[in-house]
């Protein structure tokens, strides 16, 4: 018959675990928190004529790809 550890080892290493667990947990947001305050805020790439000009066009291949799906 096998000897059982110590009720009182297994406990201390269960919240060993715990804590490391958490403490892991706790860096991970506050990495990523300060690698979210640490980007510039975005610009604008277009102009506002670039935004109003049309960007679809119907071409043979739209056309093909319409009639192939059935839209």
Not at 3 to 21: E, M, N
Not at 34 to 55: F, H, I, L, N, Y
């Amino acid at each position: 018959m096998k000897p059982k550890p110590d009720d009182a080892t297994d406990a201390a290493k269960a919240v060993d675990r715990r804590g490391f667990l958490k403490s892991i947990g706790g860096v991970s947001v506050a990495g990523a928190a300060v690698a979210a305050g640490a980007t510039a805020p975005a610009e604008a790439s277009e102009s506002d004529a670039d935004k109003k000009k049309t960007r679809y066009r119907e071409t043979d291949h739209v056309k093909a790809f319409y009639r192939t799906n059935r839209y």
